[in-house]
């Protein structure tokens, strides 16, 4: 069992991967990178004046704030040489497999430092626990700039560890403290502005724990860290937009300065502690029990200070910003979670000298284990119904090829719901074989006979009432009376959870198309064994279910002959 920790750190790379498989479409969020990766991918870089910028979605779609390309870049580099040896691979899969298997390595180095630092057992509790998370691994290949951040900010934080297997000759740690503030600083100029607060706080503290005898190696660090990633995104960033740019320079100004970012909504200063992180770390019992026992012991506190006490600063200044969302402070989680590793460390090793840590070790157990169960059986299943865009897509490809005699393609409007949940250019047919996708979003274009004439499907927002039209669908009704469409198909979304009274029967719809989509059918019939067991015997015939509700629909032209 010597080295248990590295077969949970594949079990932790193949979770990843099995979020993927069952989630593999993206959201508006990601609309960015997994654009720029699948241009990058099919056309080339668009370096130079001869290239036709019409086939780039970021020149059609610009956005508010131009973004950086680079993680785009990286991911179509890493997956040319598949795609040239197996012209069928999921191209989009592949992209995200990548990203995803480069957040789980950065994981599988700070479990490895965490093991150096403080043994197997810690190393074992923190990949427990953090395989129990379902945001973590759920987003670990989501081409999110918060994800490509992550890997840095994660290999990093390994460096700011007690490292005692380490050669002598290195001061202080000094070498791994300089790589710790120059990878957070490349992070931060390259993908994340906010990490410079992070940086920052890290500094700071490594100043005045270690004194200003390392004020030289901050210096330097950061310096390195700046010069890098300033040349790696604005000479890419410079071709990939055809101006100089600095694009987190850009966000920055735009939402931090302006205050845009107030637009998509505001929450209040505590969102990030008493709501975020909560969710983050899932498991109630990491905060409740396993954080306070490391922090209430100085020789389990002292060693994590280091990443622990910036990350929180960080966390607290942050706040001040209205706009929050849990994935701007995603980079603590790993930090947290191995706080909470040291604390459940301590009470497994004293299990049988104190009846505390012997009933706090086994509720930790479970409570994991609980996590796990719901993160991969409940939230995997909601989360992975929440793209019926994607789904509605596929579904307009598969009835035209079904139902239109000839082998052409067809014209086809894409409207805002679709492409916020799913939609991407690696799911379009080819122009080649003349399919054309619009996702025109000015209202007086699309009021006029001219634009609606020309498609021969249009995907808008669908209804529990059948009778309800959304906005674009009132538009092509009123600019074509006359015209004649037929509903192809409609797509069902995550639309909540049901409680389920004694009597009431599951269907499990949803489970059953994710379950079986994993490992056939037989997964879901032993799912259903085990609820059916279970409402029976523990709940008296209570259950939730994941609930479903029309979201998308597609509308096909009946055109006269």
Not at 61 to 67: H, I, L, M, S, T
Request: charged share 15%; glycine share 6%; net charge positive.
């Amino acid at each position: 069992m010597r080295h248990a920790w590295i077969g949970l750190v594949f079990l932790l790379a193949g979770l990843i991967l099995l979020h993927l498989f069952v989630a593999p479409y993206t959201k508006v969020e990601e609309s960015f990178h997994v654009q720029a990766t699948h241009d990058i991918l099919t056309h080339g870089f668009p370096f130079g004046d001869d290239i036709d910028r019409s086939n780039y979605d970021h020149f059609e779609f610009p956005g508010a704030v131009p973004r950086t390309a680079v993680g785009a870049t990286i991911l179509a580099g890493l997956s040319q040489p598949v795609t040239a040896v197996w012209a069928g691979v999921n191209r989009q899969i592949l992209a995200r497999a990548i990203l995803g298997l480069y957040n789980a390595a950065a994981l599988g180095i700070f479990a490895q430092g965490l093991r150096n630092s403080f043994g197997q057992t810690v190393a074992v509790w923190y990949l427990l626990f953090q395989g129990s998370q379902f945001h973590l691994i759920y987003y670990a290949s989501r081409p999110l700039s918060n994800m490509f951040a992550f890997g840095l900010t994660t290999i990093a934080m390994r460096y700011l560890l007690p490292d005692w297997s380490s050669k002598p000759g290195v001061r202080d740690g000094s070498l791994r403290m300089k790589l710790a503030l120059c990878l957070l600083t490349m992070a931060g100029v390259i993908f994340r502005a906010e990490l410079a607060i992070l940086v920052a706080f890290t500094a700071l503290f490594l100043l005045a724990t270690r004194g200003m005898r390392i004020l030289s190696d901050i210096i330097v660090a950061g310096a390195v860290g700046l010069s890098n990633g300033f040349i790696l995104t604005v000479c890419i960033d410079r071709m990939f937009w055809k101006e100089p740019v600095w694009p987190e320079l850009n966000a920055f100004l735009f939402n931090v300065i302006e205050g845009q970012s107030s637009a998509w909504g505001t929450e209040p200063f505590y969102f990030y502690f008493v709501n975020a992180l909560p969710r983050l770390l899932l498991n109630p019992l990491v905060y409740l029990i396993a954080i306070p026992v490391a922090l209430g012991h100085p020789a389990l506190r002292r060693p994590i200070l280091p990443l622990l006490a910036p990350s929180m600063c960080f966390v607290a200044l942050y706040s001040v910003q209205p706009h929050k969302e849990w994935r701007f402070i995603i980079y603590v989680v790993p930090v947290l979670t191995a706080t909470a590793a040291l604390g459940a460390g301590y009470l497994w090793n004293r299990r049988d000298k104190s009846v505390f840590a012997r009933i706090a070790s086994h509720l930790l157990i479970l409570s994991t284990a609980a996590s796990f169960l719901l993160s991969n059986l409940v939230l995997l299943p909601a989360s992975a119904a929440n793209y019926p865009g994607a789904s509605a897509l596929n579904a307009l490809h598969k009835h035209h090829f079904q139902q239109s005699l000839t082998s052409g393609g067809a014209s086809v409007y894409l409207g805002n719901l679709a492409c916020q949940t799913g939609v991407t250019r690696f799911l379009q047919q080819p122009s080649e074989q003349g399919w054309r996708y619009d996702k025109t979003e000015d209202e007086d274009m699309k009021s006029t006979r001219e634009f609606w004439d020309k498609f021969d499907y249009v995907v808008v927002e669908a209804s529990t009432d059948a009778e309800a039209k959304d906005a674009d669908e009132t538009q092509l009704h009123h600019a074509l009376p006359l015209s004649n469409w037929e509903t192809a198909t409609v797509i069902d979304g995550f639309s909540g959870i049901s409680i389920l009274r004694p009597g009431t029967p599951a269907t499990g719809l949803v489970e059953r198309r994710i379950l079986s989509k994993v490992a056939g059918e037989s997964l879901y019939n032993a799912y259903a064994g085990v609820r059916d067991s279970a409402r029976k015997l523990v709940l008296r015939g209570w259950w939730v279910e994941l609930k479903m509700s029309p979201r998308v629909k597609v509308l096909k032209r009946i055109r006269d002959n």
